[in-house]
């Protein structure tokens, strides 16, 4: 999963069942340069997404779907793609021609990000996808910054704790062989600074996991 560069990196799954719905998001669309994959139906258009392996073929950084479609409706895409642990992230708007608040809400609770009515106008198509993208891009960004921190977590504990743990061996056995009081009330010093430390870094690596 890419960070969204330019809009020239976009890709938008269209689902769309007429085909001069079609021609219009290609006039309105193309010459920002969306990379546009349009699916006939519900079913088609998650069959689009299951075919996607990130690689060659990219998951969509927006869905635009209608609502009334054959075999799988906009409303059923709209439950399918939030109930899936990955497609979930991806921003959908709805656009169609049913203008009324009852259809307006049915979409939204079905998972819906945005909805628009058709027929559609270009510079508020645009806008409304441009803001989706920014959507889009901070989830990536989150994700990614998530990844990170994971990694610098466990390579701390890997790095840290247990060379830690080690050493507070070694200042056991050292300990036994002290005879001196001094030395001895100052080893212990260090072992528990050592211990507090770690005591510190679990409670962390625990809360982010």
């Not at 009324?100 to 559609?120: E, F, Q, R, S, W």
Request: net charge negative; proline share 4%; glycine share 4%.
């Amino acid at each position: 999963m890419g960070i969204v560069r330019d809009f020239a990196t976009v890709s938008l799954l269209i689902i769309e069942d007429e085909e001069h719905a079609r021609s219009i998001y290609r006039a309105f669309l193309q010459p920002e340069r969306f990379r546009l994959f349009f699916a006939g139906n519900g079913k088609e258009g998650i069959q689009h997404l299951e075919s996607c392996d990130g690689i060659q073929l990219p998951l969509p950084d927006v869905i635009i779907s209608d609502i009334m479609m054959p075999e799988m409706d906009g409303i059923a895409v709209c439950r399918s793609l939030k109930a899936h642990p990955v497609w979930c992230h991806i921003p959908v708007l709805v656009a169609s021609v049913l203008s009324d608040n009852h259809n307006i809400a049915m979409a939204l609770d079905a998972g819906a990000d945005d909805y628009v009515t058709k027929p559609l106008g270009h510079i508020e198509l645009r806008a409304r996808i441009r803001s989706m993208i920014r959507q889009r891009r901070q989830y990536v960004l989150l994700e990614q910054s998530n990844v990170i921190k994971d990694n610098i977590l466990h390579m701390v504990a890997h790095d840290f704790v247990r060379p830690l743990d080690q050493m507070g061996s070694e200042l056991n056995r050292l300990e036994s062989n002290v005879t001196n009081r001094d030395e001895l009330d100052s080893l212990r010093d260090i072992m528990g600074r050592m211990q507090l430390s770690m005591d510190d870094l679990r409670a962390v690596l625990a809360a982010d996991n």
